[in-house]
C-alpha cells in the first residue's frame, strides 16, 4: 500500500511540475498543430500559413510566392503565380536570383509537402541575406493539389 501511495505522490508531483513547466514556458497544453507550433519554436523568425490563408492571399502585389522544389518539378505543376526558385541552385549562386526578389514583398515559401526540407533551407538563406518578412506553407504542393486550388 506504501508502495501505491509513494507513486501517485511522485506522479502528482510530476504532473504539477510539468504544468508549472509549461505555463512557464508558454507551450500550450493542447496546440492545435503541433509540428507547426514546433517549427516557430526552432525557426523564430519564420512564420507559417495553411492552405486557407495562402490562398487569399495569391495574386497580391505585395506578395512574392516561390516554389523551392527543382525545375522539373515546378515545370509539370506549380501554385498560381509562383516563381521557381530551386534551393540548390539559389545556394550554389543567390545573385542570379537577386534581381528577381524585392525586399519590399513578403516572401511565401513552399515545396513538396508537408514539412519539406527545401523551403526552410531557403528562407534560412533568404533570412541571412537580409529578407524580413519569410513564411513557408507548410502543407506545399501536395496539400495544395490535393484540395483542388488554382495551379498552372
Known amino acids: 500500500m506504501k508502495f501505491i ?33 514546433l517549427l516557430s ?6 512564420s507559417f500559413i495553411d492552405s486557407e490563408k495562402l490562398l487569399n492571399l495569391i495574386g497580391r502585389d505585395d506578395i512574392l510566392l516561390i516554389d523551392a ?31 528577381i526578389l524585392d525586399t519590399e ?17 531557403l528562407a534560412e538563406l533568404l533570412k541571412e541575406l537580409g529578407f524580413k518578412e519569410i513564411t513557408i506553407y507548410t502543407g506545399g504542393f501536395y496539400e495544395w493539389n490535393k484540395k483542388g486550388y488554382p495551379l498552372e
Request: charged content about 25%; glycine content about 4%.
Open 69 to 99: 522544389r527543382e525545375r522539373e518539378e515546378y515545370l509539370k505543376g506549380h501554385i498560381k503565380a509562383a516563381i521557381n526558385i530551386p534551393y540548390p541552385e539559389f545556394y550554389s549562386n543567390p545573385l542570379n536570383f537577386i534581381s
Open 41 to 46: 519554436k526552432k525557426y523564430p523568425e519564420i
Open 105 to 121: 514583398r513578403k516572401i511565401i515559401i513552399y515545396c513538396d509537402g508537408g514539412f519539406c526540407e527545401l523551403s526552410f533551407k
Open 5 to 37: 501511495l509513494q507513486s501517485i505522490l511522485i506522479f502528482l508531483i510530476s504532473f504539477t511540475f510539468g504544468i508549472f513547466f509549461a505555463f512557464y514556458k508558454k507551450i500550450p497544453l493542447f496546440p492545435e498543430n503541433t509540428e507547426v507550433f
